[in-house]
């Protein structure tokens, strides 16, 4: 199956092969706006170790989407900023003991130029360090909207992939923050803005889910390698 009729198979080929790659001589900085949901109650087990000191999710599995933003960011000389990707996925029930999760989408932004994406890909998997099980690449429009409240994010204008978020008011009605928290391997992060699903859903790359009321964050991180290797 392609990953999408919007990208012929070479291409996917292409940069499935990129985001297998490692960054090469070209160090790399981005800080990147997320806006993610995932199966989960609030607050995501994933981000937590149990007694033996290894991360699971709350079910065997972890079905997510995560809307990102590049607010600012390079690879060598290439400029990543204001770029758009979209993760969708899942980690499986093996991500924390072995490393190894089930599958995910990359679906870049129509208005990311190549040398944008090839940039981008080692960068994806340098943030997240896994094996994936299945790994495939695409392109689709993605928007990204907030209101009050309210985020909404559309992947293929909600066709393939769809986020509606409500922020926690917490006691002040300000919101919650989760602060100290390792996100993957981000260098950095500033904190966790809790969220919840309205709704959250995907369907593509051969894979369905659907999820309400369930855990969601917006999320600021840092990737970078300053060193080439």
Known sequence: MKASPLVGTGLVLALAASLAAAPGESSWRMKADYVE???CHLFCQCYFSDSHGHKHAEHPFCEFNMAVTVREGHSGNVDLANTKYWLTGDLGDKWGTENKATWVTVSFDPKTTQAQRDALAPIILKTYGLEWG???VQEAPIEIH????????????GKQAYLKLRRE??????????KNVKYF???????F???KSIEHRADLAGHQFAHTDRNAFLITIVSQETTAK
């Open 37 to 39: 949901a995932c199966s």
């Open 134 to 136: 299945e790994l495939k």
């Open 146 to 157: 907030q209101s009050g409240d309210i985020v909404e994010a559309k992947l293929a204008d």
């Open 169 to 178: 008011p917490g006691v002040d009605g300000k919101g919650v923050v989760l």
């Open 185 to 191: 391997d981000a260098v950095e992060n500033e904190g």
């Open 193 to 195: 803005q809790m969220y």
